[in-house]
């Protein structure tokens, strides 16, 4: 019996600390169990990492409180602890991430265990209290409740379960996500070639790249991938880039194995610690999952399937800042599974990888039955505007082929990334702009709430009739999004049914199911949408695709603007032409001699990718150097350009300059967000592993609270 526990607490402390175990809870405390301790003059929760015969420490103290189940086992104790290195966060941290709130709060919702009375004498008041208590109950009481009524700690309840007192019995309900009926699939579809091939290399473990394109069959061959891993008992977790959107991935997946877990962001707590409990008890095969999925607490994992993999859905942007896709690697190294990302567009990072054998490649090079992909077109919208001496939000090709397909009663997409109906609202007086009090953005207007919304922090302000700041001036609105195209669709197909999808209008799942059944049921003859549509989508009617604007993501500086653009237009055009009849797309773009547009038009991927790789290696980006952003923020705008000035002073007098290259500090385009000031710096780092602990001293060198913090983003990807 171990004495002594080793605990990390859900704090940014990176440490652990010793705690003593009373002797009530020896039975109980084991790692991954979650406890409640002592720290400073507060309690805290944790989680047992480690148990010890001895301490070292003289003055310790003891445990409060600990659950009985195991929530993290060695390899997710493991790989919580690497996910803590890695990402400068505490392994408490890690683990709470890992873990989700659902089954670490004492009350799941989901009643699982029940308490009634047992046999024998209490010996303390507190058990006297409980055991009359649960003589006089008529049925046994859900555990939360029992604590409740009695008052008892858990740690109470325990001993007396232990001593016979009191008897818990266990119940499980039924797993309702799995009883959906399943879908008839008969899997009688011959692999080509090429998804032999692949499946060969995937056979062979590791981490395989699979690079094909929207429709070559890659989850063909992650379905068969999982089969074998399945049959030999073992299971497999599927990352999707946002699960309410791919739900014709989710019925295939349902459709091959019965035993599937679909892990909803929408699921209750409750939901979600049974589903959990579901999955570590082996009762789950398949998981398919966002990010968070990544630390599912499988039995014995054969295989991790990423999805999309170039998405930056998986990476996470709050603390612990991870990528799920490193995630998954690491884990299959601990576990000893296998890993697939697959990608029509692959991240250059893993491109880079391939290229240097960490990970294999495995192509899928034609969409299956040798359909075509889909012919690109790019408008010049300088010159369209140019010619028709306005500033059209269709131009007259798209106008035409949108024409000819619903005379052919086909369907067409219209992709813009921008919601709302105007972007800009300024004074045609003054040129006073209509920005969120709070960040540092231009307010968007929506039309059909009346109001200008902040998309950061999600303010909203009624549009004012004359301009606040000069007083006189009347506001005109610029810019387009969402629903302007919308409404302006409307106006040129009469008639026609144009619906919408984007966050605005998409707030539950029954939402996606209706707009996504009209499409596929024939109903919307024009979607118009934000990237959120540009995924997952696979109907056969869809015949035409159109990229309003291509160009917004060259308005944020960013290295990574050419690589989302080439991706954008790639994904969009995988839309279409999956049908008998083909597809076509158009791009417009201000843009037209752009690499990443031209390319991404031809699709020549390998071009645009030596081009990118050239282009990064010459100035010292990923995936030749490791990044990591220092975000400075805090109420007080002179204490934190004084805190970024001091952190950048300090990092470059730790780093010697040919190992680290310390930039700035300088203004983020987020300069103020939700009301605070913010700085950052980035460092660029030929090694990331030999840097992080020294960059983590100094960065906790500053005190981190509510008026001020340093925040440090490994890999970053929102560089705003
Ligand atoms: P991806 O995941 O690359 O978009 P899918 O695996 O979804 O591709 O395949 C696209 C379509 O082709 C699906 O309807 C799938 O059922 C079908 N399909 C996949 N592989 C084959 C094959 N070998 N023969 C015939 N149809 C196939
Ligand atoms: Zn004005
Ligand atoms: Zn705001």
Same mark, same amino acid.
């Given at each position: ?51 010890? +015969? ?13 659950? +009985? ?9 493991? =790989?919580?602890r ?34 009634? #009375?047992?046999q024998?004498?209490?010996k ?6 409980a ?25 109470v309840?325990?001993?007396?379960i ?13 797993? +309702? ?10 899997? &009688? ?7 032999e ?58 459709s ?16 979600r ?50 990528? !799920?896709?490193?995630? #998954? ?5 601990i ?14 990072? !893993? ?31 300088? !010159? ?11 131009s007259?090709?798209?106008?035409? =082929? ?10 067409a ?28 953005? !231009? ?15 999600? &303010? ?26 919308? %409404? ?15 966050? +605005? ?9 209706? %707009? ?22 696979d109907?056969?009617d ?59 038009a ?10 990118? =790789?050239?282009?990064?290696?010459e ?8 990044? @990591? ?52 710096? =980035? ?30 983003? @490994? ?6």
């Open positions: 019996m171990s004495e002594f526990a080793e605990v990390v607490l859900n704090l940014p402390v990176d440490r652990s600390f010793t705690y003593r175990v009373p002797a009530a809870l020896q039975d109980i405390v084991r790692p991954g169990v979650r406890v409640k301790v002592p720290f400073g003059p507060r309690e805290q929760q944790g989680y047992v990492v480690r148990l010890a +015969d001895a301490a070292t420490f003289p003055r310790i103290k003891d445990l409060k409180e600990a659950g +009985d189940e195991v929530l993290a086992d060695e390899r997710i104790l493991e =790989l919580t690497w996910v803590a290195s890695r990402y400068a966060c505490s392994w408490g941290e890690a683990l709470n991430a890992a873990i989700p709130a659902g089954v670490k709060t004492k009350n799941p919702g989901q009643v699982i265990r029940l308490i009634g #009375a047992g024998g004498e209490a303390t008041d507190k058990q006297k209290v055991l009359e208590v649960a003589r006089r109950l008529t049925a046994p009481l859900p555990r939360a409740e029992f604590l409740k009524h009695t008052g008892v700690s858990a740690a309840l325990s001993a007396m232990k001593s016979g007192l009191l008897v818990e019995t266990k119940i499980r309900p039924e797993i +309702d996500a799995m009883a959906e009926a399943l879908v008839e699939n008969p899997v &009688d579809i011959r692999l080509t070639p090429a998804q091939e692949a499946l060969r290399i995937v056979e062979q473990g590791g981490v395989i790249l699979l690079h094909g394109v929207t429709g070559s069959g890659k989850t063909e061959v992650y379905l068969r991938s999982i089969a074998r891993v399945v049959a030999q008992g073992k299971q497999a977790i599927v990352l999707v880039p946002e699960i309410a959107l791919t739900p014709q991935t989710v019925a295939r997946f349902k091959r194995f019965p035993r599937v877990a679909v892990l909803h962001s929408v699921l209750t707590q409750a939901d610690a049974r589903q959990w409990r579901a999955i570590r008890n082996g009762e789950i095969d398949v998981i398919v999952g966002a990010r968070s999925a990544v630390f599912a607490p499988t039995r014995a994992l054969g295989i991790i399937v990423l999805d999309e993999e170039h998405e930056a859905a998986y990476k996470q942007e709050n603390d612990p800042r991870y990528h !799920a896709r490193e995630v #998954a690697v690491q884990r299959a190294k576990e000893g599974a296998s890993v697939i990302l697959g990608s029509a567009t692959p991240s250059l990072e !893993a491109l880079h990888r391939a290229q240097s054998g960490d990970y294999r490649l495995a192509r899928l090079p034609g969409r299956v039955e040798g359909r075509e992909m889909p012919e690109i077109e790019v408008v010049d919208m300088a !010159a369209e505007k140019q010619e028709l001496k306005r500033h059209p939000v269709i007259r090709r798209l106008e035409q =082929l949108m024409t000819q397909s619903m005379q052919r009663e086909e369907q997409i219209l992709f813009l990334n921008r919601r709302g109906f105007l972007t800009h609202v300024s004074c045609r007086r003054c040129g006073w702009f209509f920005s969120c009090r709070r960040c540092d953005v !231009a307010m968007t207007f929506h039309r059909e709430t009346a109001r200008a919304v902040c998309h950061y922090c999600y &303010d909203s302000q009624p549009l004012p009739a004359i301009c606040p700041d000069c007083g006189a001036g009347t506001l005109a609105l610029y810019g387009m999004g969402t629903e302007r195209i919308e %409404s302006e669709i409307k106006h040129l197909f009469p008639g026609f049914n144009v619906s919408r999808m984007d966050s +605005d209008s998409m707030k539950t799942r029954d939402d996606y199911r209706r %707009s996504l059944g009209a499409l596929w049921g024939g109903e919307t003859d024009i979607l118009v949408g934000t990237q959120m549509i540009a995924k997952g989508l109907v056969p869809v015949t035409l695709v159109g990229v309003v604007s291509a160009d917004t993501a060259f308005h944020i500086p960013d290295f990574r603007s050419s690589e989302r653009t080439f991706q954008l237009i790639t994904q969009v055009a995988g839309r279409t032409g999956r049908g008998e009849k083909g597809g076509r797309v158009v791009v417009q773009t201000f843009y037209p001699q752009h690499d990443a547009i031209k390319m991404a031809t699709y020549d991927f390998e071009g645009f990718v030596r081009k990118e =790789l050239e282009l990064r290696e100035l010292g980006y990923p995936p030749f150097v490791s990044l @990591v952003r220092a975000l400075v923020q805090g109420w007080n705008e002179k204490r934190v350009h004084e805190a970024a000035k001091q952190l950048g002073e300090k990092l470059r007098a730790t780093f010697d300059e040919s190992k680290v290259r310390v930039l700035g500090p300088a203004e983020p385009p987020l300069y103020k967000l939700k009301g605070r000031t913010r700085m950052h710096l =980035l460092l660029k780092c030929p090694e990331l592993e030999p840097v992080l602990p020294a960059l983590r001293r100094v960065a906790d060198s500053f005190p981190s609270d509510n008026n001020l913090s340093v925040i440090l983003d @490994v890999d970053p990807i929102n560089m705003l």
